[in-house]
């Protein structure tokens, strides 16, 4: 919450920088408000990224990486972009289930959930452009150089087109922080058919970023290489996204406690968190029957008992079939800790997916393995702390965890 104009001491009026931007503080104020041990530790992860990113564009990647003929795919989008774009499908996910289906009992959280997915979308593109270079060529493919039998192709369209969906679906936070009513008013009208357009979106080009492995099948292990993978992306995208919105609940909850309520704005998270946890174990065990039959496909019995057998099977039963059984005992029980546990191990789990089919398991007959440099590291770990940066600096402003008081709910 921001200060009135008069809570000020010295009874000045409060410029709109200072209303708006500084938070009801003076510019000093706020200066002296930043100095914190995250924000120290934040600024050296900063620091040392954007330095990594001049050698990154000066250099190229072989200054930075350690990317090579076989191996052109590493963590920047093993990580960053496949990873990143699972971890961001709360935004549809929850959208979906308040704007299509009408759970309205949801929609406390459709705004964190459609803020996480906006921020996350837009650092995979970041984390994109060092992975390719040249950012300025990022517009290209939109303004007329067509490849539309590129699985790529699809992917930069439907990232560009959702990323302006998730826009118009925050944007009534935007408009209600700026006071903005008319704006605010046309946002909402819109709003359900952005939602409709980037579930259209989201269902394509989810499941496009595992259709692009469909290249690969002597290269991809055959226990992670199926026919069916584009649907294991899609559908794993959808537990991840309702695991990641339990995660991010819980930790802006506990971090920013001033904007939400009492007592019974926590019961009614733990109700909401139990809701979640249901969808996510039926979504989980379906998703483990299709990786099933993607087994039985490839007949790679064999297989299971290599050692990338054991890792298949620690991904799939330890990081899939056991949360899906855990969150039902816990949702059942309400034993709200255990669920909040469960989620973060199934985002954890759909990280090693990624990772694995990427990585791991991609060229997993070559002698010498790629091992990311401590340089590819630093650019992901910037990344990742620029997000919670926004993230922290856009709810510390805006309503996302609370309503307008000005504003009547959608």
């Not at 954007?50 to 052109?72: C, I, K």
């Not at 093993?78 to 959208?95: E, I, N, P, S």
């Not at 050692?307 to 899939?320: N, S, T």
């Not at 309400?334 to 990772?355: D, F, Q, S, W, Y």
Request: contains cysteine; positive net charge.
């Amino acid at each position: 919450m921001t200060a009135s104009y008069t809570e000020r001491v010295d009874s000045r009026p409060l410029s709109w920088v200072e209303e708006k931007l500084f938070m009801g503080q003076t510019f000093s104020q706020y200066a002296r408000s930043l100095v914190t041990p995250f924000n120290a530790v934040a600024a050296v992860i900063v620091l040392v990224g954007l330095a990594v990113a001049v050698m990154r564009f000066t250099q190229g990647l072989a200054a930075t990486t350690n990317l090579s003929d076989t191996y052109p795919w590493g963590l920047w989008i093993g990580f960053d972009v496949m990873t990143g774009v699972a971890l961001a499908a709360g935004g549809y996910t929850l959208a979906t289930t308040v704007y299509i289906f009408k759970l309205d009992e949801y929609r406390p959280i459709v705004r964190p959930a459609v803020l996480t997915g906006l921020l996350g979308y837009f650092f995979v593109v970041i984390g994109l452009c060092f992975d390719l270079g040249r950012p300025w060529r990022l517009p290209f493919p939109i303004i007329g150089y067509f490849g539309v039998t590129s699985v790529m192709f699809l992917v930069g369209w439907h990232v560009f087109l959702y990323l302006t969906c998730q826009f118009v679906e925050f944007s009534p936070a935007v408009f209600e922080w700026l006071g903005w009513k008319r704006f605010r008013a046309w946002a909402v009208r819109i709003a359900l058919g952005a939602t409709i357009f980037g579930v259209m979106l989201s269902t394509l080009h989810q499941s496009a970023l595992g259709a692009l492995f469909l290249l690969a099948p002597t290269k991809l292990h055959p226990l992670w290489y199926s026919p069916l993978i584009p649907i294991n992306f899609f559908i794993s995208s959808i537990f991840a996204g309702i695991s990641m919105v339990i995660v991010e609940s819980t930790l802006s909850h506990k971090v920013f406690t001033n904007q939400v309520g009492g007592p019974e704005h926590k019961e009614k998270l733990d109700k909401l968190t139990v809701g979640l946890a249901k969808a996510a174990s039926t979504v989980m065990f379906t998703y483990f029957g299709i990786r099933l039959i993607g087994v039985m496909h490839s007949d790679a019995y064999g297989l299971l008992g290599t050692p990338l057998g054991l890792w298949f099977l620690l991904e799939v039963v330890g990081f899939v079939l056991i949360p899906s059984f855990v969150f039902v005992y816990a949702a059942r029980r309400r034993m709200m800790r255990l669920i909040r546990i469960t989620a973060a191990v199934t985002v954890l789990g759909v990280i090693l997916n990624r990772v694995d089919v990427s990585m791991i398991a991609f060229n997993w007959q070559e002698p010498v393995r790629y091992f990311p440099a401590w340089s590819e590291f630093a650019v992901t770990l910037t990344i990742i702390m620029l997000f919670l940066l926004l993230f922290r600096w856009i709810v510390n402003r805006m309503p996302v965890l609370y309503d307008h008081p000005d504003f009547e709910a959608e």
